[in-house]
């Protein structure tokens, strides 16, 4: 019996020394999940002050305040302020006369190639026709890789089955060429041969290696496109912050415009990889604060979901 | 890497121990606190940062030790220890033998560097004139023949693969068959990247490792990766039998905490970290010459044995 009523404060005024403990708990549980330490930390720290001061009632016990305030600022963090629509876009676009533009960039084989290659799937099943532009042209392969997605995808959608329209053309000048170049002569062809959407592949780079990130900075300012999605992998741990940040600063820094043209949305990757351990998500949108428009859950290409909220947030809390 | 980040903060926590008057229970938990903040930024598995801190705890008797000098030196000698433990499993990695064939195979998650390392490993060998190729055993990810190809003819390194035939299995044995009739010494099968949620995948992982029987099975690593390592490195042990780990792109800012847990779930050691996209971007990593650099105190040895 005492047990029971010792959780049971009714009453009281909560003061920081009584959620320490409950606090600290739901840090390492945080960190056991994969979010971040550094926002695992800031999390709980602005559960303390959302709870600090309060009156507590008869039934409430500290833990489940903690759990539930945290559950709620995980909620918010993972609910876009924006929503990011592909479909509503590309169609406003076209109907200007134009492609819609996306740029992938990320670290290295976070799964950038792959992923396009399913986002494309899912725009032929949405009936775009795409041009995919072969603009990593340093990694072996790569050029090869993006082939062999595209032969696979026009195999599953001939073009007898769309009004003869080929729906997906690769645009490659081989290795070693400048991406940006290559990016705007694509653009240029799916412009004039009326194809409508672009999606750009570019070459994995550390987030510190100042000439790689300076020429993505180039590609991204030289080609102005719709989106820019930034690829992560749901395996990576403390680095998901160091990348997004140094991601977002380098397009902000090396691109000398104004209003620079940063990260606009997100794709978690490998997210069937990592069990109930699911903070990358946490960290990746609590960084930038944009949305997650694509979850990356296998290696074919119907394995392109939207995240679900609240299953992140209950494998999170569980 | 990791420990090397760690070295500074592990110092300066240490010697916060120096400075105190009294060493207590409170100093001490005060500092271990500081090095388990610095491990979980790292990356380091929250498991073994618990485990090292109750180690560290369970050997510390206040009540049992003397004077302050030697409270100091059994926290010290105890952090160390522990935090050896970290990446040393406490075995030799394989031996490739000179003039023998020398069978290796790799193998790891999606995207962490298996291809690449592949190459840089045949090249390293190369370079010191051992007979070296490689057998490309992905015949899943688009494009992966080609990665190889491209790779090793750059390198001129001997290769096999296939454009046509897709049971894994068969390349790898008719590959490493080929090679070593011809008196290759070291031949390197590289493989696709699978995870453990994915039965079927470890199924074809250990078909391979059956048919061309290795002599040591490289599990490769990415440094960025965070809490999920634990539970795949045990997975991958369970299945085919793990000598060695590799940590690739300790080049970016990654400090590889999170890969170490490959050491502990696989009993592995550390012999190579990669360090960037180049060929040459591999280099030899040794545990015991790492961590007294690392702790750069000479006496290390001295210090822990007791
Ligand atoms: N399990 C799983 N694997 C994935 C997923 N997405 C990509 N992959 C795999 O991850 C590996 C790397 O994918 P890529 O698309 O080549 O990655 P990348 O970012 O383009 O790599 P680089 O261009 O070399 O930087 C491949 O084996 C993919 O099949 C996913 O959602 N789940
Ligand atoms: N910066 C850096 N990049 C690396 C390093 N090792 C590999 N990479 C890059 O990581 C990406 C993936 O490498 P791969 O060798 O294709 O990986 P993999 O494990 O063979 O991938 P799958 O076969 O799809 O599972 C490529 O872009 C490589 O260039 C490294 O040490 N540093
Ligand atoms: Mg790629
Ligand atoms: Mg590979």
Known sequence: LLSYFRGIVGGKTIVLADLKPALEKMRDHLISKNVASEIAVKLCESVATSLEGKQMGTFDSIASLVREALTQSLVRILSPKRRIDIIRDALESNRGGKPYTIIFCGVNGVGKSTNLAKICFWLIENDFNVLIAACDTFRAGAVEQLRTHTRHLNALHPAANHNNRTMVQLYEKGYGKDAAGIALEAIKFAHDTKVDVVLVDTAGRMQDNEPLMRSLSKLIKVNNPDLVLFVGEALVGNEAVDQLVKFNQSLADYSSNETPHIIDGIVLTKFDTIDDKVGAAISMTYITGQPIVFVGTGQTYADLKAINVNAVVNSLMK | ?306
């Open chain 2, 1 to 306: 890497m990791v420990l090397a980040d760690l070295g500074r903060k592990i110092t300066t926590a240490l010697h916060s121990l120096s400075k105190a008057t009294v060493i207590n229970e409170e100093a001490l938990n005060s500092m271990l606190k500081e090095i388990c903040a610095a491990l979980l930024e790292a990356d380091v598995n929250i498991r073994l940062v618990k485990q090292l801190r109750e180690n560290v705890r369970a050997v510390i008797d206040f009540e049992e030790m003397a004077g302050g000098l030697n409270k100091r030196r059994m926290i010290q000698s105890a952090v160390f220890k522990e935090l050896i433990k970290l990446v040393d499993p406490g075995v030799k990695p394989y031996q490739p033998i000179k003039g023998k064939a020398n069978i290796i195979m790799f193998v790891g998650l999606q995207g962490s560097g298996k291809t690449t390392t592949c190459t840089k490993l045949a090249y390293h060998y190369q370079k010191r004139n051992w007979k070296s190729c490689l057998v490309c055993a992905d015949t899943f990810r688009a494009g992966a023949y080609d990665q190889i190809k491209q790779n090793a003819t750059k390198a001129r390194i001997p290769f096999y693969g296939s454009y046509t035939e897709i049971d894994p299995v068969v390349i790898a044995q008719e590959g490493v068959d080929m090679f070593k009739r011809e008196g290759f010494e070291m031949i390197i099968v590289d493989t696709s990247g699978r995870h453990k949620q994915e039965e079927s995948l470890f199924e074809e992982m250990l078909a391979v490792a059956n048919a061309v029987n290795p002599d040591n099975i490289i599990f490769v690593m990415d440094a960025t990766i965070g809490q999920a390592c634990e539970a795949q490195a045990k997975a991958f042990k369970d299945k085919v039998d793990i000598g060695s780990v590799i940590i690739t792109k300790l080049d970016g800012h990654a400090k590889g905490g999170g890969a170490l847990s490959a050491v502990a779930a696989t009993q592995s050691p550390i012999i190579f970290i990669g360090t960037g996209e180049h060929i040459d971007d591999l280099e030899p990593f040794k545990t015991k010459p790492f961590v007294s650099k690392l702790l750069g105190m000479g006496d290390i040895e001295g210090l822990i044995d007791k």
